[in-house]
């Protein structure tokens, strides 16, 4: 049975003359020829017609029953169609109740014509493949709402509607914590405490802390030169701080040895007496000298590389003795006086490892053909990083720099390749990068500089008060015969080595006020333009002590000592 359609041949309008007129456009082709809709109606041509066969006259009733048959059928199977094949899927990345401190929020399942809503009002979301992106980072802190709304798949079903209610929050958690915190030694471990409102999970140099309340505590294995404190809460706002963590210097009575110096049984001797006597509790002992010479047995492939390793004394072996009588031992590391790398580098092709002059020749002046390295040089710099570490590990107590400045003389001469900023910053950056990698291998870092560095620190590249943040103690050198006549109102500096020391380190303590760096002067054990012996050399000690500085390092080229010079302590 067909409803209101004819499968007819169509011959044209002259063998229907009085149907043709009612032909629809559009025809059907189907495997029996073209199907033509016409219009059901009771006029000639329909299926009431009079001359139309009896067998194809339907009552009115039938045919509206029919059609609301069709009908009814029609919008069961839409919703079954609805049921069975569903729309696709709305869903907001996230949980509900989520909270966010800004950023996007992505719906997937979207169709091109959703529509997007943000607390009610109408929002522009960007297309990503299947997904909307929602830019949710200029609303306000506080409760919100987003709906996507899906049009309906067929005109009788539903539309899609997707909500999502989350909160902004964009205020970072409260962090105290008290700066700096003092630890009791560098071998041992530190607790770092303070007080993280709103946060949901605090780290100290990425050890979780324990957080009870507003509260939080972690003990770190041993204290760093700088903790890294990081608060978060739950909405992923970050509030840090770093803080500074001091170890107060134990102090010292030291003397200088060379490497060489110290292989030699006739120099260590009478150091290991001063020990037993208990005249001096400190060794300071050279592992990188002005020569560039290494004197134990370094690994470190560039001092290998160069010819540095000299292997003069076992240091291993002289630590586990020098410990072993209750003393502490210094590495004296020479910085950036240092031939040996200078002449490899500069004969290797590497020249700007080298301080040049400013029509690019190596620069020398008194020190000799590549003595001075770039202190700018990040390579160079590393070389004595490594060496500082090295020596950390091996078990020296302290790391002090030696020659870590640029050269004195006139700067406008000087080159210094790659060098950003001024010789005074770029020291104190090296100082800096040096404190963590010794720090972590539980030893102190020292600086030693020129007593001039306090009243004219651009003079050598040595800003004291720049420096004393990145160290644990400063060693000027205050030798009362390198002082100029007159210098600090002291008519003849060598004769008079109280009031030159005692003048020159009140300076050296006003720079570093405020500041857990300690000052250890070197003081002269040796003879230039003036005869020095116990008396003068004890002279300058007490100089030291009237500044309320009780150590201090003693320096002899030769490494002979008076013993008489230093009472037994206590």
Partial sequence: M????????????????????????????????????????????????PDAEPSRRRPLATRLLL??????????????????????????????????????????????????????RPVAAQRDGDRLVVDVSRLEDGEHALVVRVPRALPLLPAREVTHRFRVDTTPPELEVADPVQAESLRGPVVIRGRARQA??????????????????????????????VARDEAGNVAERDVTVQVRHPGMRAVHMSALAWSSPSLREPVLQMIREGRIDTVQLDIKDESGEVGYDSQVPLAREVGAVK??????????QLHAMGVRVVARLVAFRDPLLGAASWRGGQTDRVVQTTDGRPWSAHYGQYAFTNFAHPEVRQYNIDLATEAAELGFDDILYDYVRRPDGPIAQMVFPGLEDTPEHSIAEFLRQTRHPVRAQGAFLGASVFGIAATRPTQIGQDISAMAHHVDYIAPMVYPSHWGAGEYGVANPPA????????????????????????????????LGHHYGPAEIQAQITAAGDNGMSSFLLWNAACRYDSSALQPAG
């Fill in 2 to 49: 067909t409803l209101g359609w004819s499968p007819v041949r169509v011959a044209g309008p002259a063998d229907f003359p009085e149907v043709s007129h009612r032909v629809l456009p559009a025809a059907h082709l189907s495997d029996k020829g073209v199907a033509v809709n016409f219009e059901d109606r009771d006029e000639p041509g329909g299926a009431d017609h």
């Fill in 67 to 120: 059609g609301g048959v069709i009908a009814l059928v029609g919008v069961v199977a839409a919703l079954v169609v609805g049921m069975v094949v569903p729309g696709p899927t709305v869903a907001v990345a996230g949980s509900p109740g989520d909270v966010l401190a800004g950023g996007t929020l992505r719906v997937t399942g979207v169709v091109s014509d959703a529509q997007v809503l943000m607390d009610g």
């Fill in 200 to 229: 949901s999970a605090v780290t100290v140099d990425d050890v979780p802390a324990r957080l009870v309340g507003d509260e939080f505590t972690v003990e770190l294995p041993r204290p760093p030169a700088v903790a890294h404190v």
């Fill in 311 to 320: 292997g003069y004394y076992d240091a291993e072996e002289t630590l586990s």
């Fill in 496 to 527: 008079q080595p109280y009031d030159i020391v005692h003048r020159s380190l009140a300076d050296f303590g006003h720079l570093v006020e405020g500041t857990a760096v300690t000052i250890i002067p070197w003081l002269q054990a040796f003879s």
